[in-house]
């Protein structure tokens, strides 16, 4: 597992220095997430309205991989994805919600969670199975079992 925050392709008019716009990062991150060829990446402040997070696996995707995104459903929850490697592991519940308690004039903060079946292995399989691989993203990148 992985987690990249992006730096949301929306602060790209204020890149400068070593701050680079996002197409520029882009093969940077993909050279990066290739290196670690994790099953499951965390994805943040990846920019909803310009589908950066769907740039992001269309080019992982480019070079062979079978990225998808957990929910592509516009507005799921803002910039905070999962992505997960369709040839390694297959999604079996996957969920969002918006913090209740939000600071007014920022962007709202979600939390992202998806339980995946290791597809080699089979664990994972059943939602009461102890080997069941949870993944939840928050402010930070957070994997446990159950």
């Known amino acids: 597992m992985a987690s990249f925050n992006l730096s949301g392709q929306n602060n790209d008019f204020k890149a400068s220095g070593d701050q680079q716009v996002w197409a520029e990062r882009l093969p940077v991150v993909v050279s990066q997430i ?18 950066q997070y769907i740039s992001l696996r269309d080019a992982l995707n480019a070079t062979g991989k079978a990225y998808e ?14 992505m997960y490697n369709t040839a390694t592991v297959t999604p079996l519940e996957k969920g969002a919600f918006a913090y209740a308690n939000q600071v007014s004039d920022k962007t709202a903060r979600y939390l992202v969670w998806a339980t995946f079946r290791h597809n ?25 079992r159950n």
């Not at 290739?34 to 309205?49: F, M, N, R, T």
């Not at 995104?69 to 999962?82: F, H, V, W, Y």
């Not at 080699?120 to 446990?144: C, D, E, H, I, V």
């Open 120 to 144: 080699a292995s089979g664990k994972g399989s059943s939602s009461s199975a102890p080997t069941s691989a949870r993944t939840a993203l928050m402010s930070r990148f957070w994997n446990g």
């Open 34 to 51: 290739l290196g670690e060829s994790p099953d499951v990446v965390g994805l943040q402040e990846a920019y909803a309205p310009s589908g």
């Open 69 to 82: 995104i957990s929910d592509l459903t516009p507005g799921a929850s803002n910039g905070t994805r999962i």
